[in-house]
């Protein structure tokens, strides 16, 4: 048909990447249809990647600037916005800003908003949402290994001879990645899955097992023990290419960590934790999967480096079928990760306290006025307790496509803290809670009105393809950032005219995108970073022979488990856990906007074992009112056997029933990651009145 033509591209949603083909009629997004050619998904794709069209042309998309006046919005042009945005920013000192990026956008316009935060307002205070899903795995992974990042491919999954799943449940957030599974259990491996609800991806498990919310270290020094007990530890990989292993074996074969006590902490019988160890233990190459149930604690580092302790232990490492494979969440979590959207480190993982890296990043850049000072900036989670303890040291914020007013914990506080400040920012596709606070909020594309590129959890960069213009006056966000920078005065840093100029700077400044650009990338595959020269073919698997750190040994971490922050008590008797579910992303700006997925599922609820629900006298599908420390929700109960007794579970994604109303924001000590997998709740029913 003559109106009618398929854009390739990548998914917005998760981070395993797949791609499809937009279906374009009359210039207007209208459908997905299959891509064959893509190795992640084959042509497949979930109910997300499925219906990733029908958010693109709602009504409700922002499609010009706004500007707060009396307490409502107000329609502005282009020149207005920025001219106030550039008035204000120019008012404050660097470290009164903080900027949040996002990984729902492209590299590019997270490369865009790093070099403006540093570059332009000069302030150190950049973070984004992997704050919140796997800081942890970037400092765990780089302590063990000398990189934070899923050290194998999606497609290397299914040559496992055993998979061990913790804390993911992959067949509803990463479903194509649970086809992975599916495979290497056709090809004969043996799948083990351990988490506190009987999930989807339970059901195509060899061995499940149940546990209580928190207990993973346990798990795993446990089965180190058992391990070592039983000689199963690769000496020949230890001796080689490890250090640090004495004072590992000093902690695991504690009393502590035998399987009677492993058991009585988990609540894992001690049968299925022998089972489950022998069969990964022997297997000729086991990987690890894992998502946020290993991430999302305050001993999440603990448990990342848990996860690469019984890896070193077993040799599982560089090499095809095994691996530690980290789960990301977002499509371009790990990009946005990559480009420095992080208070730590510029593009590339290079450290901002390194006076080389922070000398290559100003000469490069060319500021005549420099850039941020040498020094780590605040974490998202510490920005939000600085803006409620500390009045005044905070006093601006530029926010780039996240929701923290759903996706946070404790969102009691973050509100209070968002409204503490004097001047807010919100660039976004929809009027998001967030958006709602701001004072100006900026129209931007989605990603199917951009070209770009994003970076799946496998550490694969891959294209978006533009297949529409964007609605209204709306912008590509790097665009926006690079207009406004103008304004305050630096348009020469940020001249680029295609999001293509964009990428080569990322290329020109990062050392594992180096070989990459747009012709290369653009071919199915694409490429693996590191990719240090053009002629390289990428890294599907990392650490083959050495690990980064500059001995190319691994390091063991001799790690104690220790309970959650908060623990169930006579007041708030209940382990809560939050989670995803297969129809839904997040926060739901896009998922919820999309028919089919909302005709799915319309709202939110909380799972309550039956013999939890029989002592409350609490019926499937009734409301019920849930209570932390820190709020009060109602929300419809799902009485299931799926979760066990004395904890309950609830999706994040629904605003008038928000999981995060009741979390808890305690944080990894290291990672600053909240403790969103466990808090003590106690759930009532509603009396009438
Ligand atoms: Fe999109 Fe993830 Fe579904 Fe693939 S598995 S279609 S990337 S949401």
Redesign the pocket.
């Known amino acids: 048909m003559e109106n009618m033509k398929y854009v390739q591209t990548t998914?917005p949603?998760?981070?395993?990447?797949?791609t499809?083909n937009l279906v374009v009629k009359d210039g207007k997004v209208c459908g997905v249809q299959p891509y064959h050619r893509s190795p992640v998904?084959e042509g497949k794709?979930?109910?997300?990647?499925?219906y990733?069209w029908e958010f693109v042309n709602r009504e409700d998309r922002l499609t010009t600037p706004l500007i707060k006046k009396d307490g409502k919005f107000v329609e502005a042009t282009w020149d207005e916005a920025y001219d106030l945005i550039a008035q204000k920013l120019k008012s404050y000192k660097p470290d009164e800003m903080a900027v949040l990026s996002s990984a729902r956008t492209s590299n590019e316009d997270n490369y865009a908003l790093m070099k403006f935060a540093r570059g332009v307002l000069k302030t150190r205070h950049i973070d984004h949402c992997a704050r919140l899903c796997h800081a942890s795995t970037v400092a765990g992974l780089a302590a063990a290994f000398g990189s934070g990042a899923m050290t194998n491919s999606i497609l290397d999954i299914a040559d496992s001879k055993c998979l061990f799943v913790l804390g993911s449940n992959t067949f509803e957030q990463?479903?194509?990645?649970g086809r992975k599974i599916v495979q290497a259990k056709m090809n004969g491996a043996k799948i083990i899955y351990a988490d506190p609800r009987y999930t989807a991806t339970a059901k195509q498990a060899d061995l499940y097992m149940q546990f209580r919310s928190g207990s993973d270290v346990a798990i795993l020094n446990g089965m180190m023990q058992y391990i070592i007990k039983n000689g199963w530890e690769d000496k020949e990989f230890i001796e080689k290419r490890t250090k640090d292993y004495e004072k590992l074996k000093e902690v695991v074969m504690k009393p502590e960590y035998d399987f009677e006590n492993v058991s009585k902490i988990s609540g894992i019988p001690v049968e299925q934790l022998q089972q489950a160890t022998e069969w990964f233990a022997k297997s000729e190459a086991s990987a690890i999967l894992y998502s946020m149930g290993i991430t999302q604690h305050t001993t999440g580092v603990d448990n990342v480096k848990s996860v690469a302790n019984i890896q070193l232990l077993t040799g599982n490492l560089g090499k095809a079928g095994a691996g530690v494979n980290a789960l990301r969440g977002q499509?371009n979590v790990q990009g946005a990760c990559d480009m420095g959207a992080l208070p730590v480190v510029f593009t590339g993982y290079q450290k901002v306290t390194d006076p080389a890296a922070h000398k290559k990043f100003s000469d490069a850049w060319g500021f005549p006025d420099g850039i941020c000072e040498p020094k780590n900036g605040y974490e998202v989670t510490v920005m939000m307790d600085v803006l409620t303890d500390k009045p005044g040291e905070l006093k601006a914020m530029y926010i780039m496509g996240e929701n923290p007013m759903l996706s946070d914990p404790d969102l009691t506080h973050v509100e209070h803290a968002l409204k503490a400040l004097e001047f807010l920012v919100v660039q976004d596709i929809f009027l998001t809670e967030t958006a709602q606070l701001a004072d100006v909020v900026l129209p931007a594309t989605c990603y199917a009105e951009k070209d770009g590129t994003q970076t799946s959890t496998e550490r694969r960069v891959q294209m978006w393809r533009t297949a529409q213009a964007p609605p209204g006056q709306a912008k590509l966000d790097w665009k926006i950032i690079a207009e406004l920078s103008a304004k305050m005065g630096y348009p020469e840093q940020f001249s680029w005219k295609t999001s293509e100029d964009v990428f080569n700077e990322i290329a020109e400044v990062t050392p594992s995108y180096h070989g990459m650009n747009y012709a290369r990338l653009n071919r199915p595959e694409a490429l693996h970073w590191p990719c240090p020269t053009t002629e390289h073919p990428g890294t599907p698997i990392l650490h083959i022979g050495k690990f980064s750190h500059p001995d190319g040994l691994g390091v063991f971490h001799a790690i104690e488990w220790k309970p959650p922050a908060e623990v169930p008590d006579a007041e708030y008797p209940f382990i809560l856990t939050t989670g995803r579910c297969i129809w839904h992303?997040h926060t739901g700006s896009m998922t919820r906007r999309s028919k089919h997925l909302n005709e799915e599922v319309q709202t939110g609820w909380i799972e309550i074992n039956p013999e939890d629900a029989k002592d409350l006298n609490i019926v499937d599908g009734e409301m019920v009112k849930a209570t932390s420390r820190r709020g009060t929700i109602n929300v419809p109960a799902r009485v299931t056997k799926d979760i066990m007794k004395g904890v309950m579970f609830m999706p994040f994604h629904f605003a008038e029933c928000a999981a995060n109303v009741l979390t808890n924001n305690v944080l990894d000590p290291i990672a600053k990651i909240p403790e969103f997998k466990a808090c003590s709740v106690k759930v009532e029913k509603i009396q009438e009145a």
């Open positions: 998914c949603y998760c981070g395993t990447g797949c499809f998904n794709v979930c109910p997300k990647g499925t990733a990463h479903p194509l990645i499509n992303w």
